[in-house]
């Protein structure tokens, strides 16, 4: 069954994407990312243009990111005191990255700034947490009836502005949180994803938050950058499908529902440990894709595109 | 009234100009719908030729500008290094022919009409050592997208005057106003040739909806993100209900 995307200029099979917003969708319900560091990737390869991909999956994030948050509302992991902190930090960053953006454009470098910001980020990222969830689960299986503190204390606790953030279970400087807003923001504007699978380790290694309420939050979190980027894109560069963002959005919403179903069976250690592979698989493809032999060397790009 | 007698006039001259011509052909679906069930589309030009001769049917889109890109290794990495702009490029280029063209007529002659994916003027701003290369990448990633085909033998002809070309538009073949040429061939020179315009147009939904994302951009994306939520939110209603 094909159908023609009208600001995308191409005819794509309805079956696919549906099966591509699914399986995105439902890593996003379970894990709190928004999975866009997964999509843009597919949806080039089946032929998306780069632009209209990343101006489309934030429109369908949106979507997605609020069946999760109202997935896992009903276990009662979103703290929405830590997700406006966030937010707040993550406007001012995303108007620092898109001048960055702009910055690195003049140089006429920006894919490479795109590509080793990605691998750098995934990989520094899903390595940290491969490792210390293997050590959480080896821990586990030696000693069932260690009670740990609930999270270390590090120089972080030592900031001013203190706040109290009863779901999280945290007393922590409100500077934090904001602070890693920021960076989330400045990443989404320069990579064009949520900033989820950077923000979902940050929130339970930096901020120590209890791993239940992080997708919650996370993904609280993303509807509002994923909606600025939406306008943004629509605006400025006209490259929101919304045929493919309704397509996506109706595989990626039933798939958040089963994902955010799933994620509250699982112990915090597995579910990082399995978000960190995934991590670590997109990493080594990009890495890959950087120091292969392409199979050709030339690509075309129209004025519309870029 | 003199305007009606300017029509009469035209009438009576028109079988004359039609006699003088050694060529006649017409598009069966000169307006091409490219709505939201849209998988491509075939243009058949057919036609009438006064006597015996060879034929050589192009079907074009409007320019469009391109720039080709190779990648380079800097540090172990696949970079973008060089880069080529050529501002007008057709976004569809078909040739079709009853025979091979190299047969049909000499090398020249076909660079003078500029019939080929060999004679397509395309020049290139920024032009490097290897504009060559370039040039044959560009034309090799048309046509694997499907945009530049060439069926040689396409062209078919039904008794000793009437001919017949089939030409397949792809699903992202550009919308805009193409030019359909058809050339009549004898002893390797041209004796006559015609051109008439095929409309290749956005209509319905999807015509409304790049309309609307243009004029109301703020708008559009504003019902876009609206729209995202709810459709989160009655995913939510649905699972929640079961």
Known sequence: MQLYLPIAEMSVNVLLILGMGGLVGFLSGLFGVGGGFLMTPLLIFVGVPPTVAVGTQANQLVGASVSGVLANLKRGGVDFKMGGVLVAGGLVGSVIGVWLFSVAKQFGQIDFVISVTYVVMLGSVGALMLNESLRAILKRRKDNSAQGKLHQHTWLHGLPLKMRFPKSRLYISALA?????????????????????????????????????????????????????????????????????????????????????????????????????????????????????????????????? | MSRLLWVLALLLCLPVAARAQSLAFDITAPLIAVTTGFTGAEVVVFGAIDSEGDLIVTLRAPDQRVTVRRKARVLGLWLNREAVEYPAVPGYYAIAATRPV???????????????????????????????????????????AGLFPTGVDSVLMRGPRLFRATLVLPANTPVGTYQA????????????????????????????????????????????????????????????KR
Request: glycine share 12%; with cysteine.
């Open chain 1, 177 to 306: 949180p904001l602070g890693l807003g920021l960076m989330a923001g400045i990443l989404v504007a320069i990579m064009g994803v949520g900033g989820g699978f950077f923000m979902v380790p940050a929130m339970i290694y930096v901020l120590g938050m209890p791993t239940s309420a992080v997708p919650g939050t996370s993904l609280f979190q993303i509807i509002f950058v994923t909606a600025a980027t939406t306008l943004l894109h629509a605006v400025a560069t006209q490259t929101v499908d919304v045929m493919l963002a309704l397509l996506l959005l109706i595989g990626g919403v039933v798939g958040a529902q089963f994902g955010g179903r799933i994620g509250g069976r699982l112990r915090g250690e597995q579910m990082r440990f399995a978000l960190a592979v995934i991590v670590l698989l997109v990493c080594l493809k990009l890495f890959a894709d950087l120091i292969i032999t392409p199979d050709d060397l030339y690509s075309l790009s129209l004025p519309g595109a870029k």
């Open chain 2, 102 to 144: 190299e047969e049909i007529a000499r090398p020249e002659t076909l660079a003078r009409h500029r019939l080929g994916l060999d004679n397509l003027v395309l020049e290139s701003r920024s032009p490097g050592s290897d504009g060559a290369a370039f040039r044959a990448a560009l034309i090799r990633t048309k046509q694997a």
């Open chain 2, 181 to 240: 040429n058809v050339f009549l061939f004898r002893n390797g020179q041209v004796v006559g040739a015609q051109q008439t315009p095929v409309i290749v147009s956005k209509v319905g939904a999807s015509a409304e909806i790049v309309e609307f994302a243009r004029e109301y951009a703020i708008l559009y994306g504003l019902l876009a993100v609206a729209f995202a939520v709810l459709a989160g939110w009655l995913a939510d209603l649905v699972f929640r």
